[in-house]
């Protein structure tokens, strides 16, 4: 644990993934504290929490809200877990709630959904179905739900002893949430802006049409924002806020056009996917690659650089001549 800004402290909870960790938010205040994001509910991370509690000299009720900053599994796992333990409100967007109910709650029946996505963008059946099952096996660790409390973004939102504007920022997740403090140029940007990786934004059965044209957008506008100190959910702290949504913008720009090269004269997404993410990819990270292509190729879509036809089952994407 480390204090990263005065009373704000960076929790690093191990993840089973090759992504291995998640960063978490404890924020010290006059009446007690808040938790941004909270990992999975597994023993080796719950047991984090609990040692924190006890260094810190925590008592549960000290706790007074949990925010999460969007449905992923290692962002919202444990929020359910914490809740009953501390008995705090959890506070997540509304949009966010939806995918929650659809995703992990009614998981198993929307997985043929998600199946009939990958199948019909040219993912291997054996290989979609190890993928689908390696879906289900995240289920456990994000176990019980919390009951949640609904945001809209716009909210202003008093946290350790900080005003923080609650932002919108909608692209790797349909309700991702940023926490902006403007008389301290502090952001804490969960995956809307990371510093070594680049957040996966992918198109799912149930998820805006065009996820990388609201990424983009809402990623220039955290540009805009007075911001000195960037804590994110995965990485180290983030100095240079302008420069690195400046780099993350021109890192997409190169993938679409790199994206449009491939699809060429007709291909699917997957042989898309393999060639610019490789084809040594886990389980995890192969759906993510996926999605992730199919959200720069609905990109391109619609802005007519690139076009798609069903050809016997089989969506096949071309380049506009
Ligand atoms: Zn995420």
Request: net charge negative.
């Amino acid at each position: 644990m480390m204090e990263v800004a005065p009373n704000i402290f960076k929790i690093e909870l191990p993840l089973p993934f090759k992504l291995d960790h998640v960063n978490c938010y404890l924020l010290r205040g006059k009446s007690g504290w808040v938790i941004i994001d909270t990992g999975l509910n597994f023993p080796c991370s719950t047991e984090i929490w609990q040692n924190v509690f006890k260094n810190m000299g925590l008592k549960y009720v000290d706790i007074e809200g949990i925010y999460v900053t969007h449905y992923h599994s290692d962002h919202y796992g444990a929020s359910g877990w914490l809740q009953e333990l501390t008995g705090a409100p959890v506070f997540m967007h509304r949009t966010e709630s939806a995918f929650v109910d659809q995703m992990w709650k009614k998981g198993r029946v929307n997985i043929p959904v998600v199946g009939e996505l990958f199948k019909e963008n040219g993912m291997p059946p054996n290989l979609m179905n190890e993928v689908l099952d390696n879906i289900v096996s995240v289920f456990n660790y994000i176990q019980p739900h919390p009951s949640l409390l609904l945001l809209s973004g716009g909210e202003k939102v008093d946290m350790g002893g900080r005003t923080f504007d609650i932002i919108h920022t909608p692209g790797h997740s349909d309700g991702h949430i940023c926490f902006f403090c403007e008389s301290d140029g502090l952001l804490i940007s969960g995956d809307h802006l990371l510093p070594q990786i680049s957040s996966n934004i992918g198109l799912w059965p149930a998820s805006h049409p065009n996820p990388l044209e609201l990424f983009l957008s809402s990623l220039e506008g955290i540009g805009r924002l007075p911001v000195e100190l960037v804590l994110p959910a995965h990485g180290s702290v983030v100095t240079d806020c302008p420069g690195r949504v400046a780099e993350l913008l021109a890192h997409h720009q190169q993938r679409l056009s790199r994206i449009a090269d491939l699809a060429g004269a007709g291909t699917t997404a997957y042989q898309i996917c393999s060639k610019v993410f490789g084809t040594d990819l886990t389980l995890h990270e192969i759906r993510f690659a996926l999605t992730e292509t199919l959200a720069h190729l609905a990109y391109l879509e619609s802005k007519s650089e690139v076009y798609s036809r069903q050809e016997s089952g089989i969506v096949i994407f071309r380049r506009a001549q």
